[in-house]
């Protein structure tokens, strides 16, 4: 038992995973125990266990599985992470649980399951279990089915997702194994418990014995629900609520929800596998159902018939089909043919579904025509097709259609649409069969009940029974006012026969909502007389009572279609009691109404109703008045009463005070009792009569609201104005506008019949008497709040006056919104308003005004010619057709939703690819949608939709007008027509970030509003997830911005868990992103009161306005600027050349692809150029000549390149979609090396097609053709290929074009080409064309051709100019006085170029000029840097200098900033070094020309000017030098007001090709870094200055360097320049961390280059140049933020190493670099962004894998590799695994593979080093052995005995010995030469004061410190670091005097006493006079002399190495070197000046 006590001291977690089994047992159960015991879910404890889980369950000894399961089923029941180890435990369940023999152990399997669904990770489980059904065991075959079924039966089919099961069942029932097949069927028969008969399909073909023992099965199980009964943990409330029933033992209602949702839930459709017959239609199809031959049609309908038996039809294109089939049913004679097209309709509707919806508009019209046919065969098959149909769209998208055929004079079709129409409303629910339809429908059925034929009249009241089975009572009995007692009661009668689809009890939909019993309301609905209502009102209290009167229903008389939509509109708003009958009051009869008024009044009261004495008449109305005031409203009789006040006198009244009197009990009785329309249309007449009645007037407008207010508002002012008008008293008249204007306000605008007051509101403007007019205007600023500007319309075609006034009403009413009402509301609390009706009535309210209109029918209009027309190739005549229907439209205003064939034209314009038809089809649309009203509708599927993908395209107006149009439509639609079925989800998920964004940016701002929306939202939420997902900002943005609207709608939980099919990584990221949406969701709009729908209906179209204009808005913000019309035009003709196929093209090249792409892309045709050429001249083709490339061009150049270019090639080239021109410029770039010939034999058409990529407004292409060309150009040239005038004269005017393109980087590329093509083609011919260009409209393009043209005449003199350079000069001159800036600085600075070259003669060669343009260039030449001179004009021979400098800079990285700038760099380059810019070259800076020409009498100027007075201060006495502490010169302190765009001016002059505008504008740049206060001016333009930098160094190298003529000793000034501002510039290191890593890398290529350049050694100075440039290089590694350095390394690195071109060098002194940086790691580490390098490393490494490094030739590379990396480990140790979150797929990464290793090898061997690492760090490790040491020492001299890796050798050795002070290298050093070992110790001491004057790690690299100035040899080879050019920090003033004195005796000066001085180079603004020579030479040897006493004193300078230093950046030596020196400085004066005579 010894080992037992060893594991017993184990912690839990360790014992679980022990070897012995005891020990691992006893693990578990103490596992089991601290799970049992850990309250807290999120312990820290759960997380050590994460790992194990997997290892509990699979345990390979069963005891200890036992236990362990026990243990699982504990952790995953408690731990919170569980939840993350479900995929490997459940598969452990499944593969090494599930087969165990034990009973227990699968029990427990199971159980952990189970327990696994119930905390939310069903899908994982599921998918393990299905998993699980594929082993071969069948103990876990069964295991499986079995855990499935019990997790089917306890969670139900809401939780597991059956569709995956039971796909898999069929194979199930074939298995081998009974167990298995009896398992199977259980699992069937617990699934039929939970749907049913959807279960059925999917095993139709299983074993019909099988089958039958299932059926047996299913017959048994109970018809009960199922019910859920053990829940998620999500679902506690659920739970909480089940075990409540459960206690009360009942069924309680609770539960019905929850059921009611889960048993339809799985539809067998849902089940089924899509099969897609589009491909399978036989191939003949189209012809055959064409044939003349009965049998052929057949043959094709029959194969038609066969595909469309399958249930479920994959989405596709039918509408080709559709047409085909509709026009057998609608025109085949045969009718067997009929019956036959009808079934597959029927199948394709069955098998599409909604699919199917969008075609459904197309053939109800033809079936329903059909039903003429009397054989019964036929007319099945179309009932059977149209009941397929209708369930694939809604009755709201078809009604059109059924109700215009209601009309049909055929009978049969009358009875089939009928029935049609009940079967359909069997189908409808309440709120799918709004008052909006039935109300046409049920007018249209009325007709049909009084038919003459039986079976018509039979069909209607089935129709009307259903409707009133399906709406209730209450919605449909408004429209059967009409209707007779036998009629109605045959429609009831109907009613309770009709069976339901949607199984509602008779009656039961009703009743709930009523709530009150059915029967009161069926007695009381026929009722005749008034005693009736009595008795009904007593049963029920009195406020409802009055509800139900307002409530009124529709009057007979009425017949208006929109009034009764309204009423329609209302009734639904308040689910109130039963409805009630005082509104259909007949009326009494005179005698009666005395009767009943008699028992309730005084009896005085009625005797002296019609006395003489008004003061008895008065008496008798008070006591009226008190009567009515005390009666009940169930009592009073409000006709009678009402008739006895109209009694005589009735309302001829002529005393004031009981007329008034009258007019309030009127009132009163209207709001006590229920006061019908009968009684109100007794009194409404005297009212109006009496309301322009000064004294009565108002009593009468009471009267009438009251009146109002009980027969609601839409009847009573319908019946008032109409009696208005009906007199002649204009004071009535405006008076009863203006009571309706405020009585609008008080009601609301609910059901208003507008069109009734619009014709007596036209009435009124026409009035004579102006306060009418007045009035009507008021009227109409009221009806404006609720209908919106729709209502304008109606008066456009009023007198212009009229009109003015009526909008500067609606003017004061915009913005305002409509007041809530106040009255007539009552009605609507009553039953707690129910949603359906309330959005019915949003939409109606809206919607009402636009339905009066008078709609014309414009179907006749759109003929088979016009849509043709549509359709046609030609682009123009196409337009012609859109422009057609665009007047169609305009002239009809408004049309009837019957446009024929119009839509599918429509749709195939929105992809068209000419964008200016494109939008203009949008406009039509967004007409369209404003004409047809919301009937527009049954169009959002087929035409809605297609202008949502337009939202995809790439040009931002079209996007902005598609966006427009959407917004249109959407405003006649709603939303609901667009939400609903796939297609939106469809588009969402097309990958087009355009497309995505407005979508979703559309949706946000739409779903908002919404408040209810279709369940198919849901089916877009996946798309929503990749697009939070997008790589496109944008994407992600809007994605973000729309995620809380569509869980506002959808729910959390329905969102949350949508993400179950997300990678785990998306799904965490999306379900924070859920989270925090959640936060911000907005509440759902409120059920709207009746205001708030009708300002939606009305404020609507005003809403849209803005859309719009939004739309617009980011249209010309966003993305690229506008293309102008021209272009537009162009660019959809050249991409239309593929006709209209448009997009159907694409799929055929694929086929082929493989085969035909593999030969040669241009075939060499002999002599075919020639032949082209010939016939262009003899005018047998057409010439290259045009504006715009029409479409006989582009044909043309087919044809001519069809026999010369690949045809899978000109496919590419000649296809309407861009990207397709993209694909084939990329071919062409590709092959354009290896078939130089090719491409020159095709050259004239190349550049023709080139031409006309650049009318197309696609940027990429534009980009891409630009890049071809420049390869092309450079191929041409090495080819030694010049352009004939042919292919010059048809290429190089439209490349001139693009020259004025808005876009920088476009423009630079066009400048670079036209460079390029100098070489290939003579300036003096390329000339007349620029020259032409400057003639453009685009003043861009004027000012870049001006530019081009002094450029032209720099390079090449003024020969190029032609005819003759007078004209040439006088026709540049002209733009000195064009109205646009640039193109005036242009043509200026192009005439200073002219005139430096050719000095005063340009004046004469201009000729008159105006004064104004003549002063401006006087003054510009006088300005100008340079001053005419004599030397001879460069000729032609110059040009390659002025190319290669270009192209250089054009193949400029473009990064960010980068991009810019080098374009900056490149325009001030091309105009020679004078740029215009605001600034000039201020005087101090420019070059003292008459001084250097006194000096030297050489043109050639040596230094900048500002160089000459350095030195010459010093040797004067200066005794009181002027007090200017640390000034800079004047110069900067003016441009600190414009500071940042001097600098750029400055900088971009550092790229000069100038030598000397380089050096000026270094040297000034150097003068602000040096002053610690101006320097900070620098920071944000480093990285420009950088390139400048490197840019001027690849010049150097490719240009400069290259050129004999250029003296060489000014190369070497430059380059002293260039590094001397560097090493100042990484003296800060502020600034120096600002360079980015992409300007380092290519600075650090340039530097290195630089190094290797071994033409610089040649030079006199070059050695010195390159040990600056080896300082310079130390600096960066050390000053650079070290992430951007190190990563630029390794980038350099890995380019050096691809590129085949590079010398092994290069690469070499990359790693070198990169050793250096490793060394300054252990300080560095910390400020390193660790997780970046690591990323570079990684690309690294999978550029270069280790197989690959091994090969390369030399080793350093995989040695530097493994350095850095062991480095980094050693340094961050396993933390460094952490830092790899930046690499995507850690998993596939070599590095980090890699690194496990080292740290693993760290941990084995701590100590040990690794050889390798010790070589490659050059650091060395301890413990060495003796072999070791030897091996290691002779590697170290190897290197310092090789040239190039001595001094790197030298620190090593240096640190081997410092490390081990005994260590003996005499050995080494006994064998070499006395001059080695001398060099070795010189070495080794050196690095000694070095490293101790700096104290800080040493740089081992030797280097002397550059100078500013020029270098002069050094004598000596001793290796040095130090630097002294640097502006650090502040030194005390002792050190300076000191330093000053040093010169100043050195200089021959007596030193008096001085405070400080300034700087060298501030005082350069006071020039004086040389004293010794010329400044330069004083400059050169001060110099050199300096240089050689610091490198023997250097150890005075190191340890102040941060010291202020001179101008030139000289660092001063000790005083005992002066007098020694003084001799040499002579000589070398001497000498220097020797060399210049």
């Not at 038992?1 to 070897?19: A, T, V, Y």
């Not at 000095?1399 to 100008?1424: A, H, P, T, Y």
Request: aromatic letters at 6%.
């Amino acid at each position: 038992m010894g080992d037992d006590s060893e594991w017993m001291k184990l912690p839990i977690d360790q014992k679980c995973e022990h070897k012995l089994w005891k020990a691992r047992l006893n693990g578990y159960e103490e596992a089991l125990k601290l799970f049992q015991k850990i309250d807290d879910e999120k312990s820290p404890e759960w997380s050590k266990y994460l790992g194990l889980i997997k290892k509990f369950v699979t345990d390979s000894n069963a005891v200890a599985q036992l236990k362990g399961l026990e243990a699982a089923l504990a952790y995953v029941e408690n731990a919170h992470v569980a939840g993350k180890t479900t995929g490997e435990v459940a598969s452990g369940v499944v593969n090494k649980v599930f087969n165990q023999p034990k009973a227990r152990a699968k029990e427990l399997g199971e159980d952990i399951c189970l327990m696994y669904i119930e905390i939310e990770k069903g899908e994982a489980v599921q998918e393990e279990l299905l998993k699980g059904l594929d082993n071969k065991n069948p103990k876990i075959i069964v295991a499986c089915i079995e855990t499935l079924r019990k997790a089917l039966s306890e969670f139900g089919s809401k939780i597991i997702s059956l569709k995956p099961i039971i796909k898999v069942l069929p194979k199930l029932f074939e298995s081998r194994e009974k167990a298995v097949r009896d398992e199977a069927k259980l699992l069937a028969v617990e699934i039929y418990r939970w749907i049913r008969d959807a279960l059925r399909p999917p095993l139709q073909n299983i074993n019909s014995v099988q089958l039958k023992e299932l059926e047996e099965e299913w017959i048994k199980v109970s018809s009960a629900a199922p019910k859920q009964t053990r829940f998620l943990r999500s679902q506690q409330e659920l739970k909480a609520k089940f075990e409540q029933q459960q206690g009360l033992g009942g069924d309680a209602d609770g539960g019905d929800d929850d059921e009611e949702e889960v048993v339809p839930q799985v539809d067998a459709y849902e089940l089924l596998e899509a099969v897609e017959i589009l491909s399978k239609l036989p191939k003949d199809f189209y012809e055959k159902i064409e044939a003349k031959k009965w049998q052929e049609r057949k043959e094709a309908l029959e194969a038609v018939e066969l595909l469309v038996k399958n249930p479920k039809l994959e989405s596709g294109d039918y509408a080709d089909l559709v047409k085909a089939l509709k026009k057998v049913v609608g025109k085949d004679t045969n009718v067997m043919l009929v019956a036959l097209a009808a079934k597959c309709l029927a199948g394709l509707a069955t098998g599409l579904r909604k699919k199917f919806g969008q075609y459904a508009g197309h053939v109800v019209p033809t079936i329903l025509e059909k039903f003429k046919e009397k054989k019964p065969q036929v007319v099945q098959a179309l009932q059977e097709a149209i009941d397929a149909i209708f369930l694939t769209t809604t009755l709201q998208n078809i009604s059109e259609d059924i109700l215009a055929v209601m009309d049909n004079k055929n009978p049969t079709i009358k009875q089939q649409t009928s029935l049609f129409i009940a079967r359909s409303f069997r189908h409808c629910t309440p709120s799918t069969l709004p008052k909006s339809l039935l109300k046409p429908f049920c007018a249209a059925l009325l007709k049909h009940i009084n038919d003459s034929a039986p079976e018509v009249r039979d069909a209607g009241f089935e129709a009307l029974g259903t409707a009133l089975k399906v709406a209730g009572e209450r919605a449909v009995n408004p429209f059967l006012a009409d209707v007779d007692k036998l009629k109605l009661d045959r429609i009831k009668e109907c009613a309770e026969k009709v069976e339901l689809v949607y199984g509602k009890k008779p009656g039961g939909p009703a009743e709930k909502k009523e709530g009150k019993p059915i029967t009161g309301k069926t007695t009381a609905l026929p009722g005749p007389a008034g005693d009736k209502e009595t008795k009904d009102a007593a049963t029920r209290p009195g406020p409802l009572k009055k509800t139900s009167a307002v409530k009124a229903g529709v009057p007979p008389k009425k017949g208006k279609p929109a009034t009764s939509a309204g009423t329609g509109g209302a009734g639904t708003k308040g689910k109130k009691g039963p409805e009630t009958k005082e509104i259909f009051e007949s009326e009494l009869s005179i005698e009666v109404c005395e009767e009943k008024a008699a028992a309730v009044l005084p009896a005085s009261c009625i005797q002296q109703l019609d006395s003489g004495n008004w003061k008895e008449r008065l008496a008798c109305m008070e006591e009226f008045q008190k009567a009515v005031e005390l009666m009940e409203r169930s009592e009073m009789p409000c006709q009678a009463l009402v008739r006895m006040l109209a009694k005589k006198p009735g309302w001829k009244e002529t005393n004031f005070q009981v007329m008034q009197m009258k007019l309030h009990i009127v009132a009163l009785i209207a709001q006590k009792g229920n006061f019908s329309k009968t009684s109100a249309q007794v009194v409404l007449d005297g009212l109006v009569d009496k309301v322009g009645d000064v004294k009565c007037g108002t009593n009468a407008k009471e009267a009438m609201t009251a009146i109002a207010e009980a027969c609601q508002l839409p009847w009573t002012a319908e019946q008032v104005v109409a009696m208005a008008f009906s007199q002649k008293n204009p004071k009535n008249q405006s008076e009863t506008l203006n009571w309706l204007s405020n009585a609008i306000k008080e009601f609301g605008f609910s059901g208003l019949n507008v069109k009734a007051f619009i014709s007596n509101v036209k009435t009124a403007l026409a009035a004579t008497n102006p306060a009418v007019r007045t009035s009507a205007i008021t009227l109409l600023g009221v009806m404006y709040l609720y209908v919106g500007p729709s209502l304008r319309m109606f008066f456009e075609d009023e007198k212009p006056a009229l009109l003015s006034q009526i909008d500067a009403e609606f003017e004061k009413m915009q913005g305002q919104t409509a007041p809530a009402p106040t009255r007539g509301i009552s009605r609507h609390n009553v039953g707690g308003g129910g949603d359906d009706g309330e959005e019915e009535e949003q939409e109606e309210v809206g919607n009402d005004v636009v339905d009066l209109l008078p709609r014309a029918d414009i179907g006749d209009k759109i003929t088979a010619e016009l849509v043709s027309k549509i359709g046609d190739k030609n682009w123009k005549i196409r337009k012609e057709g859109l422009d057609e229907v665009t007047s169609i439209i305009n002239e009809a205003k408004f049309i009837q939703p019957n446009i024929g064939e119009l839509p599918a034209a429509l749709k195939g314009r929105l992809n068209d690819s000419n964008k200016i038809l494109v939008q203009q089809t949008l406009s039509i649309l967004q007409q369209l949608a404003t004409a047809m009203g919301p009937n527009i509708k049954q169009y959002v599927k087929n035409l809605g939709i297609p202008v949502i993908t337009v939202l995809g395209d790439s040009k931002n107006n079209v996007r902005a007008a598609a966006l427009a149009t959407v917004n249109a439509w959407a405003e006649q639609t709603g939303m609901k027509e667009w939400l609903e079925g796939e297609d939106l989800s469809e588009e969402l998920k097309k990958e087009n970030p355009f497309l995505r964004q407005e979508l979703l940016g559309w949706l946000a701002e739409k779903l908002p509003a919404l408040r209810s929306v279709p369940s198919d939202l849901l089916l877009c939420v996946p798309h929503l997830y990749s697009c939070l997902e997008d790589r496109n900002g944008d994407v992600r943005k809007k994605a973000q911005d729309a995620l809380p609207f569509f869980m506002m709608h959808l729910g959390f939980e329905k969102m949350a868990k949508a993400t179950g099919k997300l990678k785990p990584t998306s799904k965490d990221q999306v379900l924070a992103m859920l989270e925090k949406a959640k936060a911000n969701m907005p509440a759902k709009p409120a059920p709207l009161a009746k205001t708030s729908s009708r300002v939606v209906g009305g404020a609507a179209p005003a809403k849209f306005q803005p859309a719009s204009a939004f739309a617009d808005d980011l249209g010309s913000n966003t993305m690229e600027p506008k293309p102008d019309l021209k272009k537009a035009k162009a660019g959809g003709l050249s991409s239309k050349t593929k006709g209209v196929q448009g997009k159907k093209v694409i799929s055929k090249p694929n086929l082929k692809e493989d085969d035909d792409k593999s030969g040669p892309i241009f075939i060499i045709v002999p002599n075919g150029k020639e032949q082209r050429m010939k016939e262009e001249k003899a005018l047998k083709v057409l010439k290259w000549n045009f504006t715009t490339p029409r479409d006989e061009y582009i044909e043309q150049l087919k044809t001519q390149m069809s026999t010369c270019v690949a045809k899978w090639l000109q496919d590419e080239m000649f296809h309407a979609d861009f990207q397709h021109h993209n694909k084939a410029l990329t071919v062409m770039i590709e092959h354009l090396e290896s078939e130089k010939d090719g491409v020159i034999s095709c050259l004239d058409l190349i550049l023709k097609w080139l031409t006309l990529r650049f009318f197309d407004t696609n940027t990429s292409v534009l980009m891409k053709t630009l890049e071809y060309l420049k390869l092309l150009f450079n191929l041409l040239n090495q080819e030694e290929y010049h352009l004939t005038e042919n292919e010059a004269s048809s290429f190089i005017p439209y490349l001139i074009l693009k020259v004025g393109e808005p876009k920088d980087v476009i423009r630079k590329d066009v400048r670079a080409i036209l460079n390029r093509m100098c070489l290939i083609y003579p300036a003096s011919k390329m000339f007349p064309f620029i020259m032409e260009g400057t003639k453009s409209k685009n003043s861009k393009q004027r000012a870049e051709c001006l530019e081009e043209l002094g450029c032209l005449v720099e390079s090449y003199g003024m020969n190029v100019c032609q005819p003759t350079p007078g004209k040439a000069l006088k026709e540049m001159a002209t733009h000195i006085g064009d109205r646009d800036n640039t193109v005036r600085n242009a043509a200026l600075n192009t005439i200073v170029t002219v005139y430096n070259v050719h000095g005063d003669q340009v004046f004469k060669l201009i000729g008159n000029l105006s004064e104004k343009d003549m002063s401006m260039l006087e003054e510009r030449i006088k300005r100008s840097a340079k001053r005419p001179t004599s030397a001879p004009v460069r000729q032609a021979e110059e040009k390659p200098q002025r190319t290669q400098n270009i192209s250089a800079n054009a193949s400029m990285m473009r990064k960010g900033q980068a991009e810019d700038m080098s374009s900056k760099l490149n325009q001030n380059r091309n105009m020679g070094s004078h740029s215009e810019t605001t600034h000039s070259v201020p005087r101090e800076f420019q070059l003292d020309l008459d001084e250097i020409e006194n000096d030297n009498g050489t043109v050639r100027c040596e230094m900048p000017a500002l160089v000459q007075h350095k030195l010459d201060d010093i040797f004067e006495p200066v005794l009181i030098p002027e007090p200017k502490i640390r000034a800079v010169s004047p110069h900067f302190d003016d441009m600190h007001s414009n500071t940042a765009s001097t600098i750029n001016f400055v900088i971009s002059q550092v790229a000069s090709g100038d030598i000397n505008t380089s050096i000026q504008a270094l040297t000034q740049i150097d003068e602000v870094l040096k002053q610690e206060d101006k320097a900070e001016a620098m920071s944000g333009h480093i990285d420009q200055f950088l390139i400048a930098t490197f840019m001027q160094l690849r010049l150097i190298y490719n240009t400069h360097m290259a050129d004999e003529k250029l003296d060489k000793d000014e190369i070497v000034r430059l380059y002293s320049c260039i590094i001397g501002s560097m090493i100042t510039l990484f003296q800060i290191e502020s600034l120096a961390r600002e360079a980015s890593t992409g300007v380092l890398k290519d600075l650090m290529h340039g530097l290195i280059t630089l190094m290797l350049d071994s033409r610089v050694e040649d030079l006199e100075e070059g050695e010195q140049v390159i040990r600056s440039v080896n300082l310079l290089v130390v600096k960066v590694l050390e000053k650079s933020d070290q992430t951007n350095i190190l990563s630029a390394l390794l980038v350099l690195l890995q380019d050096s190493l691809l590129a085949t071109a590079s010398s092994p060098k290069f690469a070499e002194l990359v790693m070198k670099c990169l050793w250096r940086m490793v060394r300054l790691l252990p300080e560095t580490i910390n400020s390193i962004n660790l997780d970046r390098i690591l990323l570079d490393i990684h690309i690294f490494m999978k550029v270069f894998p280790k197989e690959k490094l091994k090969q390369c030739k030399s080793e350093f590379p995989i040695r530097t590799l493994k350095t850095l990396l062991h480095t980094l480990c050693k340094l961050k140790g396993p933390k460094i695994l952490d830092h790899l979150t930046m690499i995507d797929n850690k998993n596939e990464s070599e590095l980090e593979a890699h690194l496990c290793r080292v740290m693993k090898h760290a941990m084995d061997q701590t100590g040990k080093a690794d050889k390798d690492t010790e070589k490659g760090a050059s650091r060395i490790e301890e413990k060495a052995s003796k072999a070791k040491v030897n091996d290691i020492l002779a590697e170290i001299f190897k290197k310092i005995g090789s040239k190039e890796n001595t001094k790197e050798g030298l620190a090593e050795l240096y640190e081997y010995k410092k490390k081990y002070s005994d260590a003996d290298i005499e050995p080494f050093l006994k064998n070499s030469s006395q001059f080695f070992q001398s060099y070795v110790e010189r070495g080794l001491r050196l690095i000694e004061t070095e490293r101790e004057g700096k104290g800080r790690i040493a740089t081992s690299t030797g280097i002397s410190t550059q100078m500013e100035g020029t270098c002069v040899p050094a004598s000596t080879h001793t290796v040095s670091s130090s630097i002294g050019n640097t502006n650090g920090e502040e030194v005390g003033p002792s050190v300076y005097l000191e330093r000053l004195k040093i010169l100043r005796q050195r200089c021959g000066l007596d030193n008096a006493k001085q405070e400080d001085r300034p700087p060298l180079t501030s005082l350069l603004s006071k020039p004086t006079l040389p004293t010794v020579a010329s400044s330069t030479d004083m400059l050169h040897s001060k110099l050199s002399q300096l240089r050689e006493s610091r490198e023997q004193y250097q150890h005075l300078d190191l340890d102040s190495n941060q010291t202020h230093s001179s101008g030139i950046g000289t660092t001063l030596a000790s005083p005992s070197s002066a007098a020694a020196n003084i001799d040499d400085l002579k000589k070398r004066l001497e000498r220097i000046k020797s060399s210049r005579k």
